[in-house]
């Protein structure tokens, strides 16, 4: 990790930038995989499937012999644990649910808002070096509170823990498709796989930027997202093993993942250095998270304001606030994805149980985005009545409104119904 030690804030734009690869080659390769599969259906994916999987699909729909095998295989100390990651998510987003709440705006007029579910949602989830069944339960647990009518999952993993998870957050339809065959499958749907409203669900570069080219085409995406990232703010309170250990956790994530420290203390750095490497010859994913690293900084800063401006510049995925009056710097805290809090609470705890979602804004997206939650899930769509008496009440205020802005159509939808 590179260290900075009192950058000028006129460096602070260049400094916390994230790693940067150009996408023009990309998107046209991309772009033809997803045009393929929405002509071609199936057989594009089957084709992609062989070209870039290595497997021969036939069937791209799992049975149903396959999710009682899977929950056969799982050890029972990990599905419980899955158990109690569901029961603590569900507790969290359930708590999410609105009532719906009648306005009166004025006498005679009332309005209020619904939430609906979406009715149709796809989920993906990587295959390639880690199964991340933990997504399952941060998508399909809100998708069921929400009410969504139809939830499908994507995913060229056959991991018995992820079908076991699918199996228990209530997702019966898994189809074995990854990559940019799997979105434009979604997409624009196929012989076999159903084409839905919404899609979710993290990935790799190509798999990103095939949401993105989606969306522009009017199918939702959960956000923009890219590699994973971390920043700690750390005071000479802090235990250097743990936020090296936190650190590491999302440098393991992939070579682009990005992690910084931010601290007021010189012998942080250095304490933090030593344990780093530490830990860091004990990892089996050790190339992956020193490729990392490299795209990683430490910076010492003057004091806890600075840090914490030059974080909400940054806008991280997650934030550690390893130091003293945890509580009174998280309220400094404007722009993050989520914000872990003190000493004993890992990054880790989100990706897995404590019951926050874990997909999460990327790149700099903290600043104008939230992350996945029950509301990523719905619609709100708003109602209105009103009364005779009420239009007595309000309608020379819409007759006036529409007559200054031309709209004589608008304002005698008024004037017929008051005459």
């Known amino acids: 990790m590179q260290t900075i030690k009192f950058p000028d804030k006129a460096t602070w734009n260049t400094l916390l930038q994230r790693p940067v690869m150009d996408t023009t080659a990309l998107e046209a390769k991309v772009e033809a995989i997803l045009r393929d599969v929405q002509q071609n259906g199936d057989q594009a994916v089957k084709k992609y ?46 708590a999410q649910q609105e009532k719906t709440q009648i306005i009166e705006t004025m006498p005679g007029v009332q309005c209020w808002r619904k939430p609906v579910g979406i009715e149709k949602v796809g989920l993906y989830i990587p295959g390639g070096s880690a199964p991340l069944f933990s997504t399952i339960l941060m998508l399909g647990i809100p998708a069921a ?14 991991h018995p823990a992820i079908l076991y998870t699918a199996q228990l957050v209530g997702i019966s ?30 990935g790799n570069q190509y798999v990103t930027c095939a949401k993105q080219l989606v969306n522009k085409r009017g199918v939702a995406i959960d956000m923009p997202a890219g590699p994973s990232e971390v920043a700690v703010l ?23 993942s990005q992690v910084v420290l931010v601290t007021t203390s010189e012998k942080v750095i250095t304490d933090v250095e030593k344990a780093l ?8 994913r050790k190339s992956i998270a020193t490729a990392a690293l490299d795209n990683s900084k430490m910076i010492l800063v003057k004091d806890i304001d600075t840090a914490m401006e030059m974080l909400n510049a940054y806008a991280p995925e997650h934030l550690i606030l390893a130091c003293r009056n945890e509580l009174n710097v998280a309220d400094k ?56 008496q009420g239009l007595q009440q309000i309608g020379p205020t819409i007759e006036a409104m529409a007559a200054a802005e031309g709209l004589d159509a608008h304002k005698n939808a008024v004037s017929v119904r008051l005459q």
Do not use: W
């Open 49 to 94: 499937a062989a070209e870039f999987d290595k497997v021969q699909l036939t069937d791209l729909e799992v049975k149903p012999a396959a999710f009682t095998a899977a929950e056969a295989a799982l050890e029972p100390a990990l599905k419980a644990a899955i158990q109690q990651a569901a029961k603590n998510i569900t507790t969290f987003h359930k």
């Open 145 to 158: 509170i929400a009410g969504c009518k139809e939830i499908i999952l994507c995913t060229p993993s056959l």
């Open 173 to 202: 339809r898994v189809f074995t498709i990854g990559g940019v065959q799997a979105i434009g499958a979604m997409a624009y749907g196929t012989e076999t796989v159903p084409r839905v409203y919404k899609i979710f669900g993290p």
């Open 234 to 256: 750390a005071d000479d309170s802090c235990v250097p093993d743990f936020v090296a250990a936190d650190l590491l956790s999302q440098a393991e994530h992939g070579p682009d």
């Open 277 to 284: 490497q530490a830990q860091l010859d004990k990892l089996p």
């Open 333 to 388: 805290v404007t722009n993050a994805g989520s914000v872990f809090l003190g000493n004993y609470t890992p990054e880790s705890a989100g990706d897995y149980a404590s019951g926050t979602n874990h997909t999460l804004p990327t790149n700099g997206y903290a600043t104008a985005y939230s992350g996945v939650s029950l509301d990523s899930f719905v619609k709100k769509i708003t109602f209105q009545q009103i009364t005779p």
